[in-house]
């Protein structure tokens, strides 16, 4: 069974743009999270998706936006970049229980110049 | 609030030692899921286990085995006779039933692995 898969791996953009990541579930799973990590702030929770609806949110300005596709596939987009949204962007897929095991694709290292 | 501390930020140690990594966690749920994640430098977070609040066996899988124990809300993890390939940042994580929602993992701040040859 294929893994998460998230592309792109590497982004570099400037303050004020806007970017979007994309995230495909392993096959069968239809709940896809959002994690950010950053050095000093380390995983934080963004949201979680399932059947195309956002069930739970992290505490995350409304820059970070994401939705969900009838197939599972995730994106995320965060809007007017800021210099501290630097940091690698990971997803994860579960099943589509309450507290299922999460299973993390390699991630998007995004850096904002 | 919930919690997850892991007061160890690195640990060295040189192949075959053990090594515990400690996890002190905090919720007012009781019902509850912990897991283990390893980061290797390609930064994709390996799933190791998970475990529910009602279950407080212990595990072991080869080389790797984790004690839980509900009194003093810890969730600890050692490795026997480490490798190099041990080498990694490993992470504790919380998962609330019912005040965390859907899905939302509290991470530890992870404890760095470092296994000398």
Wanted: aromatic share 14%.
């Amino acid at each position: 069974k294929a893994g998460v898969t998230q592309t792109p791996r590497y982004l570099i953009k400037t303050r004020g743009q806007q970017v979007t990541l994309s995230c495909s579930p392993i096959s069968g799973h239809r709940s896809v999270s959002w994690y950010q990590q950053t050095p000093g702030q380390g995983l934080q929770f963004l949201f979680e998706y399932f059947s195309e609806t956002q069930r739970n949110k992290g505490n995350f300005p409304g820059r970070f936006s994401g939705r969900q596709f009838s197939n599972s596939r995730s994106e995320m987009n965060v809007s007017t970049l800021e210099l501290g949204d630097s940091a690698l962007y990971l997803c994860a897929s579960s099943a589509a229980g309450l507290s299922d095991t999460q299973y993390f694709g390699p991630g998007t290292r995004l850096t904002v110049l | 609030a919930q919690k997850v501390t892991q007061a160890q930020t690195e640990i060295s140690v040189v192949e075959k030692e053990d090594v515990t990594l400690d996890c002190v966690y905090e919720t007012r749920d009781t019902t509850y899921y912990l897991f283990w994640y390893k980061q290797p430098p390609s930064g994709e977070l390996v799933f190791l286990i998970r475990r529910n609040s009602f279950d407080e066996q212990n595990e072991i899988s080869g080389r790797y085995s984790w004690n839980f124990q509900k009194s003093t809300s810890s969730f600890n993890f050692t490795i026997t006779a480490s490798q190099v390939v041990d080498s990694a940042v490993y992470f504790c994580a919380l998962s609330e039933m019912f005040s965390g929602g859907y899905n939302k993992l509290i991470f530890g701040a992870g404890t760095r692995l470092a296994v000398h040859p």
